[in-house]
Nanobody, 126 residues
């Protein structure tokens, strides 16, 4: 059974930083493209970032480019999202997801992903 478990969310002030983690089990981790999405209250789930199987390619939404950094550790079956210079509009539930899609594609649709975690809340106060 595939499980993706996010952690690291919390409450932070504007300009602060958080590091999210997503631990995967029940799948051959290195065979999956991995991504982060977020969903704010009353809004749809939106793409944040993705990382290729080797970690060599990364993709970002324009709204987080230059502030967030995605990475993965295949030895630990874990991906990370380092979030700096946080803004109130970053407040959302953050989800990690696994995709069998190609490394070279910009996989920004929820339908591109096969497995999802339960999410972790990030709240940025102004």
């Amino acid at each position: 059974q595939v499980q993706l478990v996010e952690s690291g969310g919390g409450l932070v002030q504007t300009g602060g930083s958080l590091r999210l983690s997503c631990a995967a089990s029940g799948l051959t981790f290195s065979r999956y493209m991995m991504g982060w999405f977020r969903q704010a209250p009353g809004k749809g789930r939106e793409f944040v970032s993705a990382v290729s199987r080797s970690g060599g390619r990364t993709y970002y939404a324009d709204s987080v480019k230059g502030r967030f950094t995605i990475s993965r550790d295949n030895a630990k079956n874990t991906i990370y999202l380092q979030m700096n210079s946080l803004k109130p509009e970053d407040t959302a539930v953050y989800y990690c997801a696994a995709s069998t899609g190609p490394d070279t594609a910009y996989l920004a649709r929820t339908s591109d992903y096969n497995y999802w975690g339960q999410g972790t809340q990030v709240t940025v106060s102004s």
